[in-house]
């Protein structure tokens, strides 16, 4: 089955400092990426949208500045968090679509942790 | 606006009852409808999808869930919990039409499962 892949799945950074996090479908062309940040018991929130070629689509209330999100190719997207702070601190997912079975595949998630 | 929500924060069960988690979507079509699990600390897992016919869904690990139009709901049941069923349940609601939309999470239901 169609598989994406998070890098890295964990990663702690100091505060003031940039990190970057990968997403990657392994076996299928994603058109259209999805990237959300969890909070520690909670859902999932929707970020952003991002399409292959073109800006990514925020969220209202999602810092653009802050949360870079760029869509290069049609296997990668990659999410940076400039200037990280220790709110910053979350879980990150991202989430792929295409592939056959016309559905959207989920990473395994990132942990920030900022310091 | 689409929204999801799931009524139950939490159930508990005991190993080898039955299970339902309920879920009401708002959407102004037929939504793309799914369920996700998620363990502790891990990333999310596709249980089953509905994306169009037959409105009972049967997904991975013994579960199922039914598409009622009339009640805008998507309720995921399974006939006898296991004590590994134990973790977070997310719907999730998303319209596709030519291309990918974004998909909405309800809050999540957190399941404990009584040995």
């Known amino acids: 089955g169609a598989v994406v892949s998070q890098h890295p799945s964990r990663v702690i950074c100091k505060s003031g400092t940039s990190v970057k996090i990968e997403c990657r479908s392994l076996d299928f062309q994603a058109t259209t990426m999805f990237w959300y940040r969890q909070f520690p018991k909670k859902s999932l929130m929707l970020m952003a949208t991002s399409n292959e070629g073109s800006k990514a689509t925020y969220e209202q209330g999602v810092e653009k500045d802050k949360f870079l999100i760029n869509h290069a190719s049609l296997t990668l997207s990659t999410l940076t968090v400039t200037s990280a702070h220790p709110e910053d601190s979350s879980f990150y997912i991202c989430s792929a679509a295409g592939g056959s079975g016309n559905t959207i595949y989920f990473g395994e998630g990132s942990w920030l942790t900022v310091v | 606006a689409q929204s999801v929500t799931q009524p139950d924060i939490h159930i508990t069960v005991s190993e080898g009852a039955s299970l339902e988690l309920r879920c009401n979507y708002s959407?102004?079509?037929?939504?793309?409808l799914f369920w996700y699990v998620q363990s502790p600390g891990q990333g999310l897992q596709l249980l089953l999808k509905y994306f169009s016919g037959d409105t009972l869904v049967q997904g991975i690990k013994g579960f199922e869930a039914e598409f009622k139009r009339s009640q805008s709901s998507f309720n995921l049941r399974k006939p006898s919990v296991h004590w590994s069923d134990a973790a977070e349940y997310f719907c999730?609601?998303?319209?596709?039409?030519?291309?990918?939309?974004?998909?909405?999470f309800g809050p999540g239901t957190s399941l404990s499962v009584i040995p």
């Open positions: 959407y102004g079509a037929t939504p793309y």
């Open positions: 999730a609601v998303g319209l596709m039409k030519t291309s990918y939309d974004k998909v909405i």
